[in-house]
């Protein structure tokens, strides 16, 4: 019996020590995580059309999720540093030419400098080739108007308010 017990005594210790010793090892992440939530409109030769928007921004990703009011998510978009874009669910090909039209260091570059380490002195970010325009303006510390222009065909306007 004293053996048992002595057994015992040294499985529920260990235990302890194992359980206190991992919460002692928890420590807040080092990043700090960023969300941005906002509304788009999207207009195009056809309609217009008004969405909620919310973005996350996390190390090595960037991940934005465009839903209708009262519909929930309808397109959930990744960017990843090595990886590049993805589509969540996957979009028609009419539309893959806006994923194309800048590499994926362009489109990091474009969310590092709007949404992570946007220079104070510096009022906006225009990401811009010969048929797309990718821009954000810093209202405020915690608001961003962004906005892509692809021609006179189709753009998307928001702004987006830091949570």
Known sequence: MPNSFSSITKIISIFFLIFFGSC???????????????????????????????????????IIQIGKPLFGNLLKIQFNYLNGI???????????????????????????????????NKKSFILKNSSVELSCYRQDEDTLFVSLIYGKNLNFDGVLKRE
């Open 24 to 62: 002692s090892s928890i420590s807040h992440p080092t990043f700090s995580e960023k969300l941005f939530i906002g509304k788009l409109s999207f207009a195009d030769k056809k309609n217009s059309s008004n969405f909620k928007i919310s973005i996350r921004v996390i190390p090595e990703n960037v």
């Open 86 to 120: 993805s589509f969540i669910p996957q979009i028609d090909d009419e539309y893959m030419f806006l994923a194309k039209n800048f590499n994926k260091d362009e489109y990091m570059n474009f969310f590092d400098s709007c949404l992570s380490n946007f220079d104070r």
